[in-house]
Nanobody
Framework: VQLQASGGGLVQAGGSLRLSCAAS????????MGWFRQAPGKEREFVAG????????YYRDSVKGRFTISRDNAKNTVALQMNSLKPDDTAVYYC???????????????????WGQGTLVTVSS
């Protein structure tokens, strides 16, 4: 499975960006999908996840109400709509795929099997 993330860029605080992740190979519609981020000098952290069907989502507290994860299984894509961006959201964002068909959405990096290359989001103050 290959994941290709895109959509990053430079935006002012309060602005919006939409990240997209395209998957190829594997069975995308059976994978849980997640977005993680890693800021300079910090550990990678979970941002948002969505189950294989798209019916369940989960977010870290700091992005709830601002970010929305969604997926299109017909197009093998997952998106992260980011609104009201803050300088603290600055990071490299990674999409990841979980083959586990879990009851709950995976929130740790070790639970994900495939990773995209990352896309940089920079939010200026």
């Amino acid at each position: 499975v290959q994941l290709q993330a895109s959509g990053g860029g430079l935006v002012q605080a309060g602005g919006s960006l939409r990240l997209s992740c395209a998957a190829s190979g594997g069975t995308f519609s059976s994978y849980g999908m997640g977005w993680f981020r890693q800021a300079p000098g910090k550990e990678r952290e979970f941002v948002a996840g969505i189950d294989w069907s798209g019916s369940r989502t989960y977010y870290r507290d700091s992005v709830k109400g601002r970010f929305t994860i969604s997926r299109d299984n017909a197009k093998n894509t997952v998106a992260l709509q980011m609104n009201s961006l803050k300088p603290d959201d600055t990071a490299v964002y990674y999409c990841a795929a979980d083959r586990g068909r879990r009851i709950s959405i995976a929130t740790t990096g070790g639970e994900y099997d495939y990773w995209g290359q990352g896309t940089l989001v920079t939010v200026s103050s």
